[in-house]
């Protein structure tokens, strides 16, 4: 899902913010996760190229389920 994202000064992680505006959906990749300042986060790269974010990657917080990135994921299982 998109939505308005208000991004830690301090952390560098994006979080929705109370109210935020939800502005359609869209598709991430998930590459890695970490911690930074005491905050989970996973690490992403967005569709939107690299001059988006931080070279077209991005942290959201992780273990809230911010914008649904823990409750509507899907994942491919390659055949071997």
């Not at 929705?16 to 959906?25: I, L, R």
Request: proline share 1%; with cysteine.
């Amino acid at each position: 899902m998109s939505y308005d994202f208000y991004v830690s000064s301090t952390t560098g992680v994006y979080y929705k913010t109370k109210g935020a505006v939800h502005t359609g959906n869209h598709a991430v990749k998930l590459i890695g996760w970490g911690v930074e300042n005491g905050v989970k986060y996973w690490l992403l790269i967005n569709s939107w190229g690299t001059e988006w974010g931080d070279h077209g990657l991005f942290k959201i917080r992780r273990g809230t389920n911010e914008c649904g990135i823990e409750g509507k994921t899907t994942a491919g299982v390659p055949l071997v």
